[in-house]
Structure formats: C-alpha cells, structure tokens
C-alpha cells in the first residue's frame, strides 16, 4: 500500500533557526496537504498544493511539490516557540478518497 | 460552534469492555474519517465513510465497528477491548479532495 515518510522524526532548533521536513509518498499524489499538531492538539490544515514544482508561502512558511509529485517540503525560517507541534503532510492517490498522512515531523524550539 | 465534535474525549475502561465514541460535523461534508494515533503520533486511517456509505476500511480487526446514521455523523464501537487499543482516536471530515477537518480526539486508555 501507500506509504509516505517524512524526515526528520524529530528536530530540536534554537528560536531563530531554521527548520525542514521533507515528506515522500511511494506513490504518485494528485495533491499534497500539510497540517499542524500543537501538543495535546488535533492536526489542523495548513496548506495544500497541488501543481508539479508549486512553491506556496505562508509567512514564515514555504511549502513545496515535487517535479514527479512524490515528495513535498516545508521550510520554516526563523522558527518562534509557537511553531512547536508536529508537522504531517497528507496525500491522496488518484481518484481513492483516502488521505494517508505521513509519520510526521516533531519540532521543539527552544530560547 | 464546533465544526467536528467527539465525545468523550477521555475514556477509561477496562480490558474486555465495550465502548463507543461519538462524532458529528456540522459542515456538511460528504466524507468523514476515523484515525488512530499511537504513541509515536502516527496517525493511521481506520475507515472512510462517503454519505453513509463505507467506502475504506483498513486493516483493522473486526472488533471496530464504525456507524453513519447519517452524513453528519459517524461513531465507532469498539467491543472486548485491549490494551493495545490505548490510543487517541481522531474523527474528521472533508468534502471533495479539499482539507480535513479534525475533531478535538479522544483518548482512550485500557486497563
């Protein structure tokens, strides 16, 4: 079946650093979604792309497709304490309504 | 206004009990979900309801049983309980291939 993993499991970053998680599906992905988990939260939606090679920004953010829609990224600049949680990407495969989520990114930003 | 609510959202319970979680969105989405997430915060897709009707169920043994009496709701049975059901169980909803809405999660914990 479908799997799609996300490294690194965890990053631990100094408050101002940067941060990336990379995310890829054994499959092809007719989109891409990310989302956020605080701790002790449920994952909320973030953005989704879903052209080959879509670069998105969200502030801090920058989120992108892969040329083959395989693998995703999503780079925060100057990480703040308030973006701890952990990051999933999700995907759906063709016309399948199945949403399988990677394993997931946990950050820590510590002072 | 919640979008997606679960109840409970803590259960306890003892091995080899029966219980149920509760879920209902007020979106009207066509498709809901329920996801299990362990301990290492994988968050695994155990069924996908499309307007009543079930349309994905994972490997999952037989002892969940999901219900959708109607679009806005879809509940999870669960019978002779584990231990190693322990998990949180996160309800969601989308329509069309669009974002997931996630319920706030119930933590189930088997003794």
């Known amino acids: 079946g479908q799997q799609v993993m996300q490294i690194p499991q965890y990053q631990h970053v100094q408050e101002g650093e940067d941060f990336t998680t990379y995310c890829n599906s054994s499959?092809?992905?007719?989109?891409i979604q990310w989302y956020k988990q605080r701790p002790g939260g449920h994952p909320v939606f973030l953005i989704q792309l879903v052209k080959s090679g879509e670069v998105k920004k969200q502030k801090r953010l920058t989120f992108q497709f892969g040329e083959a829609k395989k693998n995703s990224s999503l780079h925060i600049t100057a990480t703040q304490t308030t973006d701890v949680g952990t990051y999933f990407c999700?995907?759906?495969?063709?016309?399948?309504?199945?949403?399988?989520f990677g394993t997931g990114t946990r950050l820590q930003v510590t002072l | 206004d919640t979008a997606v609510s679960q109840t409970p959202k803590y259960l306890v319970t003892q091995m080899g009990n029966d219980k149920s979680i509760k879920c209902e969105q007020n979106l009207g989405h066509d498709t809901m979900y329920w996801y299990k997430q362990d301990s290492k915060k994988f968050l695994k897709i155990m069924f996908s309801y499309n307007n009543k009707e079930l349309i994905i169920n994972e490997t999952v043994p037989n002892r969940f049983s999901p219900k959708s009496p109607d679009k806005a709701h879809l509940n999870l049975h669960i019978n002779s309980l584990e231990l190693g059901d322990s998990a949180v169980y996160f309800c969601?909803?989308?329509?069309?291939?669009?974002?997931?809405?996630f319920g706030q999660g119930t933590r189930l914990t088997v003794v």
């Open positions: 999700a995907g759906y495969t063709g016309t399948a309504s199945k949403l399988t």
């Open positions: 969601a909803s989308r329509k069309g291939n669009t974002e997931a809405f």
């Open positions: 499959t092809t992905l007719s989109n």
